[in-house]
């Protein structure tokens, strides 16, 4: 009998899908600036920095430039220690979910589907962040930038996803902001759609090549649902 469902699970990002975390990471990568004797940027231009992990978000905010060259390696890791340490004082401190989180992921459960957090975020902050908002529950796995060798955009955390919940890449549905999920979730051989609200460092999200933009995730667990078995 030909399944009638389409996914068997769904990889979520977290950083600007699920959660607005910039408030905290901006306060954090302005700590830093300001403990190495830099002026603090703006908000809007920190979040165009987000996305690649934190290491990335740590070279582009010494440089004040989406795309840095390598600093000085003494100055970078005394750069990304302030940044560790302010960061974790405020994680999740001002994080707000993003509107139709809380009733997605319950939709999605409530359609049988397997959940996982795919993140370029530390675990060292991913855990914590998770449980503070109050969303650790929904999830059957968790995998962070430190969990496989590549963060993405590179497939390797969504294929390292898809094997702990057990299931096939062609039965995933991946969601994300960016242009990192787009291509980690294409290059598994997953189904991908985005979300317009988050960060995508700074460029247009209907560039990206997915299979759909959904103004929530809400609006994610209907488009699920609708989806024909291939």
Known sequence: MPDARAFDAVLIDLDGTLLDTIPDLAHAANAMRVELGMAPLRQAMLATF???????????TLAADRDPGEPDPERFEQALASFHRHYHLVNGDRSTLFPGVLEGL???????????VVTNKPTAFTEPLLVKAGLARFFDAVVCGDTTPRKKPDPAPVLHACALLGVQPARCLAIGDSMNDAQAARAAGCKVLAVPYGYNEGQDVRTLDVDGIVASLDEAARWAAQAQPA
């Open 50 to 60: 987000v996305g690649k992990g934190t290491e990335h978000l740590v070279r582009r």
């Open 106 to 116: 319950a939709a999605m459960r409530g359609q049988g589907l397997k959940l996982a």
